[in-house]
């Protein structure tokens, strides 16, 4: 998972979301952080693609999340 548009001191907080408030996010493992985007590897029950339909409709810190790339194995999302 590659997170757009998130501010360094918010990448915890968003990690330990993921798993309260997508469905089947199991673990989340952070993989860096370079110029406002954050990498993240998922333990997901399902594939991208679900994991992109979960994310489409959810707001993370009061802002909407738009989810700008899906492939087999990765999920591009920026948070406006």
């Known amino acids: 998972l590659s997170v757009k548009g998130v501010k360094y001191g918010d990448v915890k907080e968003f990690k330990n979301w993921l798993p309260k408030f997508v469905r089947g996010v199991k673990d989340v493992n952070q993989r860096g952080y370079a110029d406002g985007i954050a990498k993240f590897d ?25 989810v700008v790339n899906v492939s087999p194995n990765m999920v591009t999302i920026e948070i406006k």
């Open 42 to 66: 998922i333990d997901l029950q399902g594939d991208a693609q679900k994991l992109a339909d979960e994310m489409a409709d959810k707001k993370f810190a009061n802002k909407a999340i738009d």
